[in-house]
């Protein structure tokens, strides 16, 4: 089983649609997640953390289920300019060191 | 800040070719990530540094590749030999820390973009 896993996608939604992605982790010791995206041929940037209490950030909603170990992104009213293949991130801490580990992502395309 | 800074940005070479990438992490980052991204597998972490000491390198393929950083300000990534396989985008990531922080996140050189033919 791999590490972290995603939606397959591609999710092909309208403008103006909610869309959500779920990701599910298998490390419980896991401590910190993110959403990064990647648009087309370029480096994956930090969307948002995902906090245990979940949060928002404008029209972008994430959730942690750590019971079921697993991570939510909810986009409201998607624009043209969310097309992108949205990853993933785990971190998980063993001993003084940590490590990163990326779901493959899950690519959206926003249409007219 | 100019952000991490890679080069090449595209490399095309023939197997059995050494391959040298290499990294400017951005001023003040302790940490230093090596990726490999393909459509099949997608981001997988080769190596990381901290404080310019290889921390973790279990995810470096096998000895043909090696990872060097002789200093805060720079590191390679050595291919030698080439093989197709190796084709990939390669990305740098560098960090301040390792904390819970969200600012303690990644941040993304632009990649280099490897074809072995």
């Known amino acids: 089983r791999k590490e972290v896993e995603q939606d397959p996608g591609p999710f092909n939604v309208p403008e103006g649609a909610t869309v959500a992605f779920n990701c599910t982790y298998s490390n419980s010791a896991s401590q910190s997640f993110f959403w990064y995206r990647q648009d087309c041929r370029k480096e994956p940037k930090l969307l948002m953390s995902?906090?245990?209490s979940g949060n928002e950030d404008g029209r972008f909603t994430a959730q942690l289920n750590r019971a079921s170990q697993y991570i939510s992104l909810l986009i409201r009213d998607s624009k043209l300019s969310d097309s992108a293949t949205y990853l993933c991130v785990v971190r998980t801490y063993t001993g003084t060191a940590s490590k990163l580990t990326f779901g493959t992502g899950t690519r959206l395309q926003v249409t007219l | 800040d100019a952000g991490v800074i890679q080069s090449p940005r595209h490399e095309v070479t023939e197997m059995g070719q050494e391959v040298t990438l290499r990294c400017k992490p951005i001023s003040g980052h302790d940490y230093l990530f090596w990726y490999r991204q393909t459509m099949m597998r997608g981001l997988e972490l080769l190596i990381y540094f901290n404080n310019n000491v290889p921390i973790d390198d279990s995810g470096m393929p096998e000895d043909r590749f090696s990872a060097k950083m002789p200093n805060a300000s720079f590191s390679t990534l050595k291919i030698q030999p080439s093989e197709p396989r190796d084709s990939a985008v390669y990305f740098c990531?560098?960090?301040?820390?390792?904390?819970?922080?969200?600012?303690?996140?990644?941040?993304f050189g632009a990649g280099s973009r490897l074809t072995v033919l």
């Open positions: 995902v906090y245990s």
């Open positions: 990531a560098s960090s301040p820390g390792q904390g819970v922080n969200g600012a303690n996140v990644l941040t």
